[in-house]
């Protein structure tokens, strides 16, 4: 898993060449924020799921106009700058079950595809959250368990791709705990202050 891989400095100026969004740009550093909490709760390589959660979507500001082709371009972005190709693969994952790159009828298998999937998709709900209280501060997951169960609320959101934080061993509470507290540290960053 400690495949060598670019620096953050190196995978933000990637992320700048092909997305200058900044409602994008604040998904990517929540997700990379959300991955490196989860990824030091279970001991994992922090550096490595952080980088994974940022640069997830780096094909998004070209694709987002046809969400079909959503990843479909990353792989060869990726491995241009040099990840590898587990990277890749893993980053293709959070496709799985959506109607892009062909990739609807697969599954996540693995604790990185789950985690990467579930704190990618958190970032909506918990920023939506955020948003309606006009701040992150003060946020807790009883709060945010109230909305998740209010299905009208951010109702684009999948619940059930957040839900594969449990396949992690770590409870919905407790994701939502480490999630709001990761996002917390970057507020400012993101516009949630």
């Known amino acids: 898993m400690n495949e060598k891989i670019p620096s953050r400095e190196q995978a ?10 900044k409602s994008d740009w604040n998904h990517f550093l929540e997700s990379e924020a959300v991955m490196r909490g ?17 640069m997830h979507d780096v094909d998004w500001g070209l694709t987002k106009n046809d969400s079909t082709q959503h990843l479909t371009k990353a792989p060869e972005i990726l491995r241009e700058a040099g990840f590898c190709e587990d990277f890749i693969a893993i980053v293709v994952s959070h496709g799985y079950g959506w109607d892009c790159a062909g990739l609807k009828e697969k599954k996540r298998t693995r604790k ?10 958190v970032t909506g709900l918990i ?18 368990k109230k909305k998740f169960k209010d299905k009208k609320f951010a109702a684009a959101i999948n619940r ?3 839900m594969e934080c449990e396949k992690l061993g770590i409870s919905l509470e407790e ?12 507020a400012k960053e993101v516009d949630l202050n």
């Open 12 to 21: 933000i100026e990637l992320l700048r060449k092909y997305n200058s969004d």
């Open 160 to 162: 059930e791709i957040i």
């Open 127 to 144: 920023h939506a959250y955020a948003l309606m209280r006009k701040t992150i501060d003060g946020m807790d997951s009883s709060g945010l």
């Open 38 to 54: 989860l990824a030091q709760k279970i001991g994992e390589d922090a550096d490595y799921w952080g980088i994974l959660g940022l």
């Open 175 to 186: 994701f939502f705990d480490i999630a709001i507290k990761s996002i917390q540290r970057i």
């Open 112 to 121: 990185e595809e789950y985690a990467l999937a579930a704190s990618e998709t």
